[in-house]
């Protein structure tokens, strides 16, 4: 039998939920000597997969189990990204997966004391070599390396990890990937953006306020078709945050009907990890201007007349928008990625470093 860890299965795969879902459990091995858990051995048709279950049974042997019951694959990092919230009564069950995804996956929870809302949603990033994210070395141009805490890093030992490119270092970058995604949804919550509240993060998860009920999450704008009286409501709504973001220095990244949700006639706008700055991206005045067609586009279907997402996105940017040259720290960038390795090359030749 051909046995890997589960680490190096996905790296190899790159495999989404929904195909990681179908993996079979063939055989369960009697446990070790002075092993709290069996191995199981998953039959994947291509491999066999050896995965260690101790971590797992420990923690349900300490209490922490939930209505939601995750998939092999996904339990390790679920339950470690949220056992710290559990134990600080942030939420008191896992109710159901509402979303998944190759970057993150959301998760319904039942509100603790520290939380005024019955539900809150739990959004868990997977784990850094299990994401599949493509050229982000776009939105990582003109970024801060944040710590947890949201405070840039300045710590020797940590950049020199970085720069590196260390597993240690490319966690710190992967850290500082979601809490770029906290700090832009505090900053627009605190401007009056429609955004979901963050009620705590860390680690890999973010708790946030869950729009929905019981039975599921709010549906994206884009299963929704609208009356023309409501479509224009929310299209000035909508036009209304894209302002509000730009005058906090916000480019929301990928803006579409995708990540607007629709709950009680009006709208949210979700999924932040992709912020750039208007001042310290090249690339930002491009992000922004897809942005706005992206959510034209939308209500145009649903009918709104006199939408045009140039003009609009033209006369935002003149006013809010700020055009500033900068060049990417190559530590950000990844030698073994082609996209990073052309990129690099590519501004190297447009500041005339090459010359």
């Not at 998939?71 to 679920?78: P, R, T």
């Not at 868990?124 to 003109?142: A, M």
């Not at 750039?276 to 067609?293: C, L, M, T, W, Y």
């Amino acid at each position: 039998m051909k046995v890997k860890t589960l680490n190096h299965y996905f790296n190899e795969y790159d495999m989404d939920d929904a195909s990681l879902a179908k993996l079979k459990v063939r055989n369960v091995e009697p446990a070790e000597k002075n092993q709290k858990a069996s191995r199981l051995v998953v039959h994947t048709g291509q491999d066999d997969l050896l995965v260690n279950r101790a971590d797992d049974l420990e923690l349900v042997e300490s209490g922490f189990q939930f209505c939601y019951k995750p998939a092999l694959y996904e339990s390790s990092w679920l339950f470690s990204s949220l056992s710290g919230f559990y134990a600080d009564q942030w939420f008191t069950d896992i109710l159901r997966k509402v979303k998944g995804g190759k970057e993150a996956s959301v998760y319904l929870c039942s509100g603790g004391p520290h939380v005024d809302a019955e539900f809150l949603a739990a959004k868990v990033y997977r784990p850094r070599q299990f994401r599949n994210l493509r050229k982000d070395h776009i939105y990582r141009e003109g970024r801060s390396l944040l710590d947890g805490d949201g405070h840039p890093i300045t710590d020797d030992g940590k950049l020199h990890a970085i720069r590196k490119k260390t597993d240690y270092g490319k966690e710190l970058i992967h850290s500082s990937w979601i809490e770029h995604e906290v700090q832009a949804m505090k900053v627009l919550s605190a401007a009056g953006a429609d955004v979901p509240r963050v009620y705590t993060s860390g680690g890999m998860a973010i708790l946030m306020d869950f729009l929905g009920d019981e039975n599921g999450g709010a549906p994206a704008l884009v299963e929704v078709n609208l009356s023309r009286k409501a479509a224009r409501r929310l299209f000035d709504q909508a036009v209304h945050n894209i302002t509000l973001m730009l005058k906090n220095g916000v480019i929301h990244g990928d803006l579409s009907a995708y990540n607007i949700l629709y709950w009680n006639d009006t709208i949210t706008l979700i999924d932040f990890p992709q912020v750039v700055s208007p001042g310290q991206n090249n690339a930002a005045k491009e992000i922004f201007f897809r942005d706005v067609q992206r959510v034209c586009e939308y209500f145009q279907a649903q009918g709104v007349p006199g939408v045009h997402s140039d003009r609009l996105a033209k006369d935002l940017w003149r006013q809010y928008g700020v055009s500033q040259a900068v060049l990417i720290d190559p530590a950000l960038l990844d030698p073994d990625d082609p996209h990073d390795v052309d990129f690099w090359e590519n501004k190297r030749t447009e500041q005339g470093l090459d010359a």
